[in-house]
């Protein structure tokens, strides 16, 4: 039987054996302890009906993740922006918040942070969804949460999000489910509609171009030379919009660059507070940079790419929003 670790998020493979009792299991990468249980009982001690508020700025993501979510007894609340999710926590007091970090308006960090400065909200439960675009990241844990209880990527949603959510309402200790073979196909079929969510969310390649690429992680290309500044230079000419809405490839774009200027932040946070303290931000994350912008290069358009100025702009807005959040 392929289970998660809740802590880790290693896959293994083990023998659930013959007895219906709780198994306890060590998982063999970060020997955290947890259980096998039953779907009954890891919803004893809680309410009739969990609020979870899910913001994500794609509809179809949130679809997706109500799907996940449409077998429990859950109340559920979707947003598509940071303020909107914050908005909707102070009015519902969810137990569990799930906040994408590339969420527009406000970061999902921001927003997090926000929720723990509230002390009305202080039994509110925050996971923060990663939109990991490397692979390499995987391997390892954000050595910060920005006050979040718990976080968890994209590919782990379909399989491990529905244990977090009762392992954070309740207090208890991590705890799996024993899926049946079914169970899993589903998580494979979700887990490859949240997959295409993200491609649809971010290529923006015009359609009679051959794709470079798109849903190849960066860890696996070959890095190509990047000349860092300590700034970039000046915006681009404004994008063309109609009725102030940019055009589909262009919002595309947009939420490209907050992806991954949140994935190296959510990543990064100790780089990224001496590097807007000491004003050599692009120096300490050059690397991180580099792939982001390799990435970028990927899946925007270079028609695209010479109208916006996306990338550079999420960038100078997070250092912008830093400053003041440190007061420089």
């Keep these: 039987m392929l289970i998660v670790c809740p802590n880790c998020k290693k896959r293994f493979d083990v023998d659930p054996g013959s007895s219906d009792q709780p198994k306890k299991l060590r998982c063999s990468n970060c020997r955290a302890v947890f259980r096998l249980v039953r779907k009954a009982e890891r919803r004893e001690g809680l309410p009739a009906k969990l609020k979870v508020v899910i913001a994500n700025e794609s ?63 202080s039994k509110v439960r925050i996971v923060l969804i990663a939109s990991i ?114 055009p589909e490839d262009q919002v595309k774009a947009r939420r490209l660059a907050r992806i991954i200027v949140s994935d190296i932040v959510l990543y990064n946070q100790a780089k990224v507070e001496q590097g807007v303290r000491e004003g050599s931000f692009y120096q300490l994350l050059a690397d991180d940079i580099r792939e982001g912008e390799l990435l970028y290069r990927q899946r925007v358009s270079q028609q695209v790419r010479d109208i916006t100025s996306f990338l550079e702009d999420a ?13 420089i």
């Design 59 to 121: 509809g179809a993501f949130c679809q997706a993740v109500e799907k996940v979510l449409s077998d429990e007894p859950f109340e559920l609340f979707l947003c598509t922006d940071g303020k909107e999710a914050l908005e909707k926590v102070e009015q519902v007091t969810p137990d569990v918040l799930l906040l994408d970090v590339a969420l527009p308006t406000m970061f999902g960090f921001e927003v997090c942070e926000r929720v723990r400065q509230n002390p009305a909200l």
């Design 133 to 246: 675009y490397d692979k390499t990241r995987y391997k390892r844990s954000p050595i910060s949460l920005y006050g979040a209880d718990d976080y968890i990527e994209k590919h782990h949603i379909p399989d491990s999000l529905v244990a977090m959510i009762y392992r954070l309402a309740s207090g208890a200790v991590p705890q799996v489910d024993r899926p049946s073979a079914s169970e899993l196909a589903a998580q494979e079929e979700s887990r490859t509609e949240i997959r295409q969510c993200e491609v649809d969310e971010t290529v923006s390649l015009p359609e009679a171009a051959a794709p470079v690429a798109p849903v190849l992680p960066v860890a696996e290309l070959a890095p190509a030379p990047v000349e860092i500044s300590e700034r970039p230079d000046s915006p681009a000419a404004a994008p063309a919009a109609v009725g102030g809405e940019l």
């Design 315 to 327: 960038f100078e807005e997070l250092i912008a929003k830093k400053s003041a959040e440190l007061r």
